[in-house]
Nanobody, 120 residues
Framework: QVQLVESGGGLVQAGGSLRLSCAAT????????MGWYRQAPGKQRELVAR???????TYADVMKGRFTISRDNAKNTVYLQMNSLKPEDTAVYYC??????????????WGQGTQVTVSS
């Protein structure tokens, strides 16, 4: 059974930091591109950052320089270090595991989400 369990969310003041973790079980973690997405109330889910199996990272423009994604394949865990948080970063943050094997075969899993609230 595949599980992605996020942790580390909470309430923080603007300018503060949080570190999110996502522990994966039931998948061949090192094969997957791992990503963090977020969804604010009334808005669509959006990409925050992703890291490929080879360690290549991608960030949404509004997060560049403030957020850092990393992974520890030995622990089957992906992290999101969030610094200089702003009230507009308030959202539910979701962990995603994605492995595209071919044009017709893809594995894609989501965690349950963790709430991040940034007060002004």
């Amino acid at each position: 059974q595949v599980q992605l369990v996020e942790s580390g969310g909470g309430l923080v003041q603007a300018g503060g930091s949080l570190r999110l973790s996502c522990a994966a079980t039931g998948i061949r973690f090192s094969f997957y591109t791992m990503g963090w997405y977020r969804q604010a109330p009334g808005k669509q889910r959006e990409l925050v950052a992703r890291i490929t199996s080879g360690g290549i990272t991608t960030y949404a423009d509004v997060m560049k320089g403030r957020f850092t994604i990393s992974r520890d394949n030995a622990k089957n865990t992906v992290y999101l270090q969030m610094n200089s948080l702003k009230p507009e970063d308030t959202a539910v943050y979701y962990c995603n595991a994605n492995w595209i094997i071919s044009a017709t075969v893809m594995y894609d899993y989501w965690g349950q989400g963790t709430q991040v609230t940034v007060s002004s």
